[in-house]
């Protein structure tokens, strides 16, 4: 939970309430790191509220889109500044109605508003890429110069920390125990062959001299994990003592996962009861910043 205090001299602005001057009064504050957003035609509303009291604090960029926020530059990321204005406000009911700041609200309903028209939105958009293959998107820089996007063990043109089959061998990564115990150490990652090159990165599983991906017999499918001659052994990519070969004529399509993380800052917030130099607004949740796309990458 973030937690805000103000210590302020003045009037409170509450109507149904009065303070002479000089009084002290304190305002405690208390939101999730968590805000929303809901967007008009023109505008882009951030907000968070809480019950009991029933309370609300909100920010509006005008002329902006959750469209505009997500366009990250070839780094993945967007810093940009907004003016904006802050608002807080009280209500009647303890409980808030739902879709609050997504519809018009009933006058009724707010005991008071107060806004600072005059602050600015600080955003930080952060694209995270990863392949969901369960090998940490940092163990991935396979020769250690920091450069996640140069790592591409089977040349298909995607690296690996986005590629679900590192090796290009038609058997996900994912399936080729690179971590079987969880702990985020890739020693004992399987090594069917023993040949010190872990499965999810060794294109002949087996050490028979026929690539994994050509070790389909039954189906042709891009799937050599269901190909087995012998049962008892499993898969024939896993059987050395079966080399049959069928040439592969496609990679296994792909699927990367994004995720973009949007924080915000706001500065120069001025109220007639309180007064912040910087605020750190929070973290926002939208089911729409986890996205996914397909691709199938050249066969080579």
Request: proline fraction near 4%; charged fraction near 25%.
């Amino acid at each position: 939970m973030r937690k805000l205090l103000y210590i302020f001299i003045g009037v409170f602005f509450i109507s149904t309430q009065s303070c002479d001057d000089g009084d002290i009064i304190t305002v405690d504050l208390e939101f999730d790191d968590d805000f929303s957003a809901c967007e008009g035609v023109t505008d882009l509303v951030l907000f968070k509220t809480k019950n009991d009291p029933s309370e609300s604090i909100s920010v509006l960029i005008s002329n902006y889109t959750l469209a505009e926020l997500l366009k990250i530059d070839n780094n993945g990321t967007l810093e940009v500044e907004k003016s904006a204005t802050f608002y807080y406000r009280t209500y009647q009911d303890e409980s808030l109605p739902s879709g609050l700041f997504c519809s018009d609200i009933p006058e009724d309903v707010i005991i008071s508003s107060s806004e600072s028209d005059a602050c600015t939105a600080k955003f930080l958009t952060v694209l995270t890429k990863d392949d969901n293959d369960g090998v940490p998107a940092e163990l991935e820089d396979i020769n250690g110069n920091g450069d996640l996007t140069d790592d591409d063990t089977d040349g298909d043109g995607i690296p690996n920390y986005i590629d679900v089959d590192d090796d290009g061998d038609n058997v996900l990564t994912a399936d080729e125990n690179p971590d079987p115990d969880g702990n985020g150490n890739l020693d004992d990652a399987q090594d069917t062959d023993g040949d010190g090159t872990p499965d999810y990165l060794d294109d002949d599983d087996d050490g028979d001299g026929v690539l994994t991906r050509d070790e389909e017999n039954n189906l042709q499918d891009q799937n050599p994990k269901n190909d087995t001659t012998n049962s008892l052994i499993g898969p024939d990519y896993l059987n050395e003592e079966v080399n049959n070969t069928v040439p592969a004529t496609a990679y296994r399509s792909h699927t990367i996962y994004q995720t973009y993380l949007v924080t915000v800052t706001l500065s120069d917030i001025s109220l007639s009861f309180l007064s912040q130099d910087e605020f750190d607004f929070g973290t926002l949740s939208d089911s729409s910043l986890s996205t996914s796309t397909t691709e199938t990458p050249n066969f080579n």
